[in-house]
Antibody, heavy 120, light 110 residues
Framework: VQVVESGGGLVQPGRSLKLSCVAS????????MHWVRQVPGKGLEWVSG????????RYADSVKGRFSISRDNTKDSLYLQMNGLRGDDTALYYC??????????????WGRGTAVTVSS | QSVLTQPPSASGTPGQRVTISCSGS????????VHWYQQTPGTAPQLLIYRNKQRPSGVPDRFSASKSGTSASLAISGLRSEDEADYYC???????????FGGGTKVTVL
């Protein structure tokens, strides 16, 4: 049972990047999924969440209008399309599984994260 | 500035009891469940407590939590060296329509 993130890297300000998270060992389509980020040495910041069937998506104010979350239940995969990247988006991005199909429950499975650095 | 407020640090000697507070508002803690996460250095966060006071399997009963009104607390009894970590409270916020975290509390075992 795990989730594994990929797609991070170094990107210039204003450019785009797409993160992926592949799940294994559990019924992916039964759970809400989230992205949470952490600047090294700082606290956790929830970025975005999506319910089990993609009908409901939510975003932190800091990324609203720039980031887009999506999922493909046929591929057991979660995505985060990040546009208009800024320096303060630099962080380690974690994929996290919700406890249930709804967004408001706890995150009970976390990946190891993928690092995003926004710099010229 | 985090939506949920935690003390930045807490400490105790082995065997002691340490408590961490988490203060919020009606739209988050006052209405929804509180969850707690533990993060040891260099690792991903792990769920420690969910739905105010429930422990996932494998979490020792030395960890307990409670909620009252718009505040919550986490207690670690019989403190052990391996409990040195950062602890975060979290909840869903109905006004923001977002999950919110506390700023984290670093627990040091003296």
């Amino acid at each position: 049972v795990q989730v594994v993130e990929s797609g991070g890297g170094l990107v210039q300000p204003g450019r785009s990047l797409k993160l992926s998270c592949v799940a294994s060992g559990f019924g992916f389509d039964a759970y809400a999924m989230h992205w949470v980020r952490q600047v090294p040495g700082k606290g956790l910041e929830w970025v975005s969440g999506i319910n089990w069937n993609s009908e409901t998506t939510r975003y932190a104010d800091s990324v609203k209008g720039r980031f887009s979350i999506s999922r493909d239940n046929t591929k057991d995969s979660l995505y985060l399309q990040m546009n208009g990247l800024r320096g303060d988006d630099t962080a380690l991005y974690y994929c996290a599984r919700g406890e249930t199909a709804v967004l408001s429950d706890a995150f009970n499975l976390w990946g190891r994260g993928t690092a995003v650095t926004v710099s010229s | 500035q985090s939506v949920l407020t935690q003390p930045p640090s807490a400490s105790g000697t082995p065997g002691q009891r340490v408590t961490i507070s988490c203060s919020g508002s009606k739209s988050n803690i006052g209405t929804n469940y509180v969850h707690w996460y533990q993060q040891t250095p260099g690792t991903a966060p792990q769920l420690l407590i969910y739905r105010n006071k429930q422990r996932p399997s494998g979490v020792p009963d030395r960890f307990s939590a409670s909620k009252s009104g718009t505040s919550a607390s986490l207690a670690i009894s019989g403190l052990r060296s391996e409990d040195e970590a950062d602890y975060y409270c979290a909840a869903w916020d109905d006004s923001l329509r977002a999950a919110v975290f506390g700023g984290g509390t670093k627990v040091t075992v003296l």
